[in-house]
Structures are given as C-alpha cells and as structure tokens.
C-alpha cells in the first residue's frame, strides 16, 4: 500500500521561504508529485520529481530523495495568493496516483 | 476535449437516491482518476482506470460505489442508495502515459445528500 504523510497546517509572512516537506512509503515507485489548491477549486500541478535532487521552477522548487522516501517543496518570496492547500501525491506501481491529506499554508502580512 | 469536464457541476439528491457522475478526460489520455474530497479533508483515492480496465477498486468505500469506463475515453461513477456521508466533492483526473506525465483535474461534482 502507499502512505504519505505531510503536515496539516503551516504558517508563514509574506517575502518569507517556506519549506513544505512530505515522507511516503510506497509499493513501487514512478515519481510524486505536488498540486496546488485554492478553496473550492480543483488542485493544480506545480511540480514533478522522479530523480533525487532539486527542480527549479520560478519561485517553487521540488525536492527528492528516493532512498530516504522524502520531498519537499520550497515556496520563495512568498505572496498572499500562495495562501492554499499544498499536495504531495506520489505514483506508485502501475499508474496509481495516491494523495496527502494536504498541508494549508497560510500567508500573513 | 480542452480539459476534463465533469458534470453534473452540482447535484443534491435525496437519501436513497442513486447518482450517476460523468466524467469526459482529456482526449487521448489513457489513465483515469476518482478521487473524493470531504470540506477541509485531502483527496480520498477511489478508483483509477487504465484504459477500460479498472487495476486498482480498493479506494471505493463499500458496494453501493461502482465505476466503469468505456471506449477508453467517458467513465461514469455510480452511488445506489445514497447516504448522507457520501456528501463531498468527486474529483476526476486524466493523464497521458508516461512517467513525468502529470494528472489534470476536471471542476469536480459537488454532491449533497439529503
């Protein structure tokens, strides 16, 4: 089976780094994934990762480590609008996509 | 399609009513996800379907949940005899083959039991 754990809520100011991590176990693995979603609406894709180490994309930044079962998402210069519900999703053997229960960031001036 | 569309966007039915959710992936896209989500809750896996084939049932909650896909393409899930926790949004998501393929979601069902 797969579980994957991240926190339920985080809290951070905006122009600050904020640091989203998420542990798994998993039978099999074909990478994970992280979503964004705003309240009420459907998640979003931010990032892949199926290799260990770090993906850039603009502000947001994706890390792995297979061996560790562990990501991170790191969130830079952060606005009000990153306000959200993050999640780590993870796709197991065959074509299986399993999601965290999410981690709730909060912006605050 | 442009994106996975399902419908109906919204539906309130009466306790003991069966539901029909449709949803219509993005054209060409082999995999295919149900996923429910309760207020404030994460994505709770239900199915997901490779082609027709379903290899993975073990998220639907009990027997009254079922799903079928057909012409690899529109998958409908069936809810017989509604409760009140079947209340939450449906999600459905679609994607192509492929590792570094990511899933797009569709609006989701918001599905109120009465």
């Known amino acids: 089976g797969q579980n994957i754990d991240q926190p339920t809520e985080m809290t951070a100011t905006e122009g600050a780094i904020v640091q989203i991590n998420c542990t798994y176990q998993?039978?099999?693995?074909?990478?994970l994934f992280w979503y964004q979603q705003h309240a009420g609406e459907a998640p979003t894709f931010l990032s892949y990762?199926?290799?260990?180490g770090l993906e850039e994309k603009g502000r947001f930044s994706s890390f792995l480590s297979r061996s560790k079962g562990y990501s991170y998402l790191l969130l830079k210069e952060l606005q009000m609008k990153d306000s959200a519900s993050y999640l780590c999703a993870v796709r197991g053997g065959g074509n299986k996509l399993t999601f965290g229960t999410g981690t709730q960031l909060k912006v605050e001036l | 399609g442009a994106g996975v569309s399902q419908s109906p966007s919204n539906k309130v039915t009466e306790k003991g009513k069966d539901v029909e959710l449709r949803c219509d992936p993005i054209s060409g896209h082999t995999a295919l996800y149900w996923y429910r989500q309760s207020l404030g809750q994460g994505l709770e896996f239900l199915i997901y379907?490779?082609?027709?084939?379903?290899?993975?049932k073990s998220g639907l909650p009990s027997d009254r949940f079922s799903a079928e896909r057909t012409g690899g393409s529109v998958s409908t899930l069936t809810i017989q005899r509604t409760q009140q926790e079947d209340s939450a949004v449906y999600l459905c998501a679609s994607s192509s083959n492929g590792l570094n393929t990511e899933a797009f979601f569709g609006q989701g069902t918001r599905l109120t039991v009465v």
């Open positions: 379907f490779q082609g027709n084939s379903a290899p993975d």
């Open positions: 990762n199926v290799l260990d």
């Open positions: 998993t039978s099999g693995f074909n990478g």
